[in-house]
């Protein structure tokens, strides 16, 4: 079954870490995001990428960084400069960005904390 | 002012009521609509993408302002399954998604 793939599903970072959520597609879509989601809070955008080798800041980029070196494969580092890192990250993506009533499709998650 | 707003919530109704969520946005520009819905700690699904000229999906029925720049969802009769947090969600022409906050939905036996 096509789908997306998020792991690991729970995830600890110590303090001064950098830690990397994986996220793989196998439905050939072309443009790949991620999310932030806090405790009642709707989602918020921090990186997305429309097409190989090429990403963009969303709106809380400061912190984390991206690949996309593969048309499915889109990894999020968390990095030491991201001080609040606890939250429910969401991988998503869709078939191409540009046409209307292009749906997002998301994985199941990564909930990262703070040790 | 926040790009999609929802009303706060939470909702707490009766099995078997009829419940209406509202949703604004401020970007004229918007090109398609769309209410996800999210189980706790779950992933966002897509429950209906919302046309112009309003659809409905059994007990689901969509409408889109377009000159007021609001959209709603009704839910008639109500299920306990119905329970989640519907997120309302906008996209501006070859942009992204914007996630409104949602509104959290809680069908009591």
């Known amino acids: 079954d096509g789908g997306i793939t998020q792991s690991p599903k729970y995830l600890f970072r110590k303090e001064g870490q950098n830690v990397t959520l994986s996220c793989e597609q196998n439905l050939n879509h072309d443009a790949m995001y991620w999310y932030r989601q806090d405790p009642g809070q709707g989602l918020r955008l921090i990186y997305y990428s429309q097409i190989v080798n090429d990403f963009q800041k969303g709106d809380i980029a400061e912190g984390y960084s991206v690949s996309r070196e593969k048309k499915e494969s889109f990894p999020l580092t968390v990095t030491s400069a991201q001080k609040n890192p606890t939250a429910f990250y969401l991988c998503a993506s869709s078939i191409t960005v540009g046409r209307s009533y292009e749906k997002l499709f998301f994985g199941s998650g990564t909930q990262l904390s703070v040790l | 002012r926040k790009e999609v707003e929802q009303d706060p919530g939470p909702f707490n109704v009766p099995e078997g009521a009829t419940v209406a969520f509202n949703c604004t946005y401020s970007n004229s520009a918007s090109q398609s609509f769309f209410w996800y819905r999210q189980d706790c700690r779950k992933e966002p699904k897509l429950l209906m993408s919302?046309?112009?000229s309003g659809n409905e999906d059994g007990r689901f029925t969509a409408q889109l302002n377009r000159a007021s720049q609001y959209i709603s969802l009704l839910i008639r009769d109500s299920k306990l399954s119905d329970s989640a947090t519907y997120l309302c969600?906008?996209?501006?022409?070859?942009?992204?998604?914007?996630f409104g906050p949602g509104t959290r939905l809680s069908v009591l036996p």
């Open positions: 969600v906008v996209r501006d022409y070859g942009q992204n998604f914007v």
């Open positions: 919302v046309y112009s």
